[in-house]
């Protein structure tokens, strides 16, 4: 480990990994080695750590969202076409929760009577439950709409039923955004990661005039900068900017024609 330089760990991740990896592997493998070149400092192997200056340049994955009528369509197709995912969606499209947070939603999370989800935990593969992503509880409001759905699919789960959601392999295995973006290709939308459900929840929300601050609340953000991302997507604050410019596009009185050679020979 001692002889390990710079140059080394450079060569590893843009060199030495397949040319076919993500930036994200790269990205995971400089953590990596930057932890376990970490410990050899610490034990008075390494003098310094070689990684120190090296980075991976990730490109920001565009996020999307669908419009009102885009959802219109994918809820109607999902409920026409008896979609699996179709529960999970409409849930996603109407709390703003992240996926891991749905997965694992119960029953006992939800309170009919003073019409709030409690969100105290998530799930991944990797970890199973946990906290939630801040490390912090929440409630979400339930709409009319999720109120009313939430009471329907209670009366056709099964009486043992405990979570709230189906459990779906594919959401099990972490291949919820392939099927859903294979939907959304096929009923004609915007082509969607599944986090970007929660994008377009928000976007709707801020578009509406909702608070920021309701906003954060609602979705768990604990860093305003991140709810200003979705605020600049949904362009609140720049709505009628435009319209304060200094000149305008000429009028024309009904009938009159504007012949292009009269400029043309300008």
């Not at 392939?178 to 959304?184: D, I, N, S, T």
């Not at 979705?230 to 596009?249: F, H, M, P, Q, W």
Request: aromatic share 8%.
């Amino acid at each position: 480990m001692a002889s390990i330089t710079k140059a080394d760990v450079h060569k590893l991740v843009f060199e030495q990994l397949p040319a076919e990896v993500t930036e994200h592997t790269r990205k995971a493998t400089l953590k990596l080695v930057r932890r376990v070149l970490e410990h050899g400092v610490h034990e008075g192997v390494l003098s310094m750590n070689p990684c120190a200056g090296l980075s991976v340049r990730v490109t920001p994955i565009e996020q999307k969202v669908l419009n009102g009528n885009e959802v219109d369509v994918l809820l109607h197709e999902g409920r026409v076409a008896n979609h699996p995912f179709y529960p999970v969606w409409v849930f996603a499209l109407q709390s703003g929760m992240r996926s891991g947070e749905m997965f694992c939603l119960l029953w006992t999370d939800i309170d009919f009577e003073s019409r709030l989800v409690h969100v105290s935990k998530s799930w991944s593969s990797k970890n199973g439950i946990k906290p939630t992503k801040t490390g912090r509880s929440r409630v979400v409001p339930m709409s009319d709409d999720l109120y009313h759905f939430l009471k329907e699919l209670k009366l056709k789960s099964d009486v043992n039923a405990t979570h709230v959601l189906p459990r779906l392999s594919e959401w099990q295995r972490g291949y919820q955004a392939k099927v859903l973006r294979a939907f959304c290709k096929s009923v004609g939308v915007t082509p969607i990661r599944f986090h970007d459900l929660r994008a377009t929840f928000i976007t709707n929300l801020l578009a509406q005039g909702v608070s920021l601050a309701r906003v954060m609340a609602i979705v768990g953000h604990n860093q305003i900068d991140t709810t200003n991302i979705y605020l600049r997507k949904a362009g609140v604050d720049l709505k009628g900017v435009t319209n304060e410019l200094g000149y305008s596009i000429p009028s024309y009185e009904e009938g009159q024609v504007v012949k292009l050679a009269d400029y043309r020979s300008c």
